[in-house]
């Protein structure tokens, strides 16, 4: 059973361009949603995280957007870099638990 | 900034050959986890670890799996008898307490089975 489903595979975007990484979920009991990005040999890095009582949020150049009765979230990357080339996960972890649930991944690729 | 370290970066070991990869969460942390990553799949939960006992485990965590914190810094986690489909990266992970907490991750430990 595929708990969080991740859309595109992959993507590649021009330097300052705007990639969009989109996530479902079924689970109504998912109550935190990180996002992560992972280097080749690296392990996954938190990059961001949401709780369904925001509709948005903001770091820097990343920004979450959560729809909360469509089960959806979505990572924005502004002015993106060559440097944040990389695979990002989505994830959910359930309320009481601590175990995350992890998207397939999206290998980004900014172009210079 | 403290980091989750794994130990060793590399393993191979023949098909049926027992393994241990070793994990050393962030000092304070109090849960620790094991997540797996096939190559180019994702990331699958394996098993979370609490005041010393599993608190939680996978379907993938079978009775070929144990996990261990044998003093007060290491966390391990053996492979008794292992298959061709164990190799994958295996990811150690910490966080401080319960609530949203962020988890940190190491850099994983790739195994390749023979």
């Known amino acids: 059973q595929q708990q969080v489903k991740q859309s595109p595979q992959s993507l590649i975007v021009q330097k300052g361009g705007i990639p969009i990484i989109n996530c479902a979920y079924e689970?109504?009991?998912?109550?935190?949603f990180p996002w992560y990005q992972q280097f080749p040999g690296k392990g996954p890095a938190l990059l961001i995280a949401?709780?369904?009582?925001?509709s948005e949020k903001k770091e820097g150049r990343f920004t979450i957007s959560f729809n909360k009765s469509a089960k959806q979230f979505s990572l924005h990357i502004m002015d993106s870099q060559p440097g944040d080339s990389a695979t990002y996960f989505c994830?959910?972890?359930?309320?009481?638990?601590?175990?995350?649930?992890f998207g397939t991944g999206t290998r980004l690729t900014v172009i210079p | 900034e403290p980091e989750v370290t794994q130990t060793p970066s590399h393993q191979v070991t023949q098909m049926g050959q027992e393994v241990i990869l070793r994990c050393v969460p962030i000092?304070?942390?109090?849960?620790f986890y094991w997540y797996r990553q096939i190559l180019g799949q994702k990331v699958e939960f394996l098993v979370s670890?609490?005041?010393?006992?599993?608190?939680?485990k996978s379907e993938i965590f079978d009775d070929q799996f144990s996990v261990e914190r044998p003093d007060g810094s290491n966390f391990t986690l053996k492979i008794r008898s292992t298959k061709l489909e164990d190799s994958a990266m295996y990811f150690c992970?910490?966080?401080?307490?319960?609530?949203?907490?962020?988890?940190?991750f190491g850099d994983g430990t790739r195994l390749s089975i023979l």
């Open positions: 670890f609490y005041n010393n006992e599993i608190s939680e």
């Open positions: 949401i709780r369904p009582d925001v």
């Open positions: 994830a959910a972890r359930q309320t009481g638990a601590n175990n995350l649930f």
């Open positions: 689970n109504t009991a998912f109550d935190y």
């Open positions: 992970a910490s966080i401080a307490g319960e609530g949203n907490q962020p988890q940190h």
């Open positions: 000092s304070n942390h109090l849960y």
